[in-house]
């Protein structure tokens, strides 16, 4: 779903306008940029990436109609619209193969033109 439909669920299920939760959708969605397809999800639709919202968001929001409400669980609903359940990042990073490049085996350069020790 995109950000302004999960937007207008969270007003029909919390109250408020749609500009309450469209930046906490738009967050969650922002992996679009980079991954034009499903996989972007891998990086916010998981318990780490509902956690990270309440970190950047704060954990209590105040809509519009004065009701205060949980930002993670915004983000838990956004989450079960999409998958129908919370997966873990454990669940995402498991089907992902692991490559040498991934511990650092490739051939590192130089960063600095100077010793660290000076």
Do not use: C
């Amino acid at each position: 779903m995109k950000p302004l439909i999960h937007a207008q669920i969270s007003v029909k299920t919390h109250g408020g306008k749609i500009e309450d939760y469209l930046p906490i959708h738009e967050f969650i969605d922002h992996s679009k940029s980079s991954v034009a397809d499903v996989r972007h999800r891998a990086m916010l639709h998981s318990a780490w990436g509902i956690y990270l919202v309440g970190q950047v968001f704060g954990e209590i929001m105040t809509n519009s109609d004065g009701k205060k409400l949980s930002v993670r669980d915004i983000a838990e609903e956004h989450v079960l619209q999409d998958l129908g359940f919370i997966p873990t990042m454990q669940d995402w990073l498991s089907k992902m193969p692991i490559e040498g490049w991934m511990s650092g085996t490739r051939k590192k350069r130089r960063v600095f033109d100077f010793d660290l020790e000076d």
